[in-house]
Antibody, heavy 124, light 108 residues
Framework: QLQLQESGPGLVKPSETLSLTCTVS??????????WGWIRQPPGKGLEWIGS???????YYNPSLKSRVTISVDTSKNQFSLKLSSVTAADTAVYYC????????????????WGQGTLVTVSS | DIQMTQSPSSLSASVGDRVTITCRAS??????LNWYQQKPGKAPKLLIY???SLQSGVPSRFSGSGSGTDFTLTISSLQPEDFATYYC??????????FGPGTKVDIK
């Protein structure tokens, strides 16, 4: 069974860089059928897609965060990572990593496996 | 960005009730629509993809319908474990993917 697990600091100071890693187990991150992504949820609020990466390293980001986001992949460790720079209190959220399955048809694009999430608080 | 709206924002229902949640997109998204269930403190769980395809392992009391801009998630007979928040998400435009604001289903 595929499992995703987020790891990283739970507290980040304002203006610093948030760094998280997602470790994938039970399957290979190097499959051509999937992208790997990050989604966040501020406390009590809805879901916001941050960005995604393919095993080859191709990335695409939410335009609203693009200037501050970097997502990278390490296929040797079956991991992918998120860096979000210049954080403010507005970046306080539960951060989820997730697998994006492309499906056979284009409309079958969906996030089908999620990590448990990790709360990152931005505070001095 | 494609904006997603949901109605109602919350509803109260009883076990055994038929529940319907609506999702609307700001432009046509064909059938590029997914539904997720989220329980408190847990990650979202995929229920329905491509507007009407049931994700493996999801009970058949969940169903989805719609195309274009208007979509519906139906729970045919609400069970105690179904009390949760439900989100729709469009995959028509991948820059960015967007989610609806959620519909909270609680116990009447």
């Amino acid at each position: 069974q595929l499992q995703l697990q987020e790891s990283g600091p739970g507290l980040v100071k304002p203006s610093e860089t948030l760094s998280l890693t997602c470790t994938v187990s039970g399957g290979s991150i190097s499959s051509s059928s999937y992208y790997w992504g990050w989604i966040r949820q501020p406390p009590g609020k809805g879901l916001e897609w941050i960005g995604s990466i393919y095993y080859s390293g191709s990335t695409y980001y939410n335009p609203s965060l693009k200037s501050r986001v970097t997502i990278s992949v390490d296929t040797s460790k079956n991991q992918f990572s998120l860096k979000l720079s210049s954080v403010t209190a507005a970046d306080t959220a539960v951060y989820y990593c997730a697998r994006r399955s492309l499906g056979v048809a284009k409309n079958q694009d969906r996030f089908d496996y999620w990590g448990q999430g990790t709360l990152v608080t931005v505070s001095s | 960005d494609i904006q997603m709206t949901q109605s109602p924002s919350s509803l109260s229902a009883s076990v055994g009730d038929r529940v319907t949640i609506t999702c609307r997109a700001s432009q046509s998204i064909s059938s590029y629509l997914n539904w997720y269930q989220q329980k408190p403190g847990k990650a979202p769980k995929l229920l329905i993809y491509a507007a009407s395809s049931l994700q493996s392992g999801v009970p058949s009391r969940f169903s989805g319908s719609g195309s274009g801009t208007d979509f519906t998630l139906t729970i045919s007979s609400l069970q105690p474990e179904d009390f949760a928040t439900y989100y729709c998400q469009q995959s028509y435009s991948t820059l960015p993917f967007t989610f609806g604001p959620g519909t909270k289903v609680d116990i009447k």
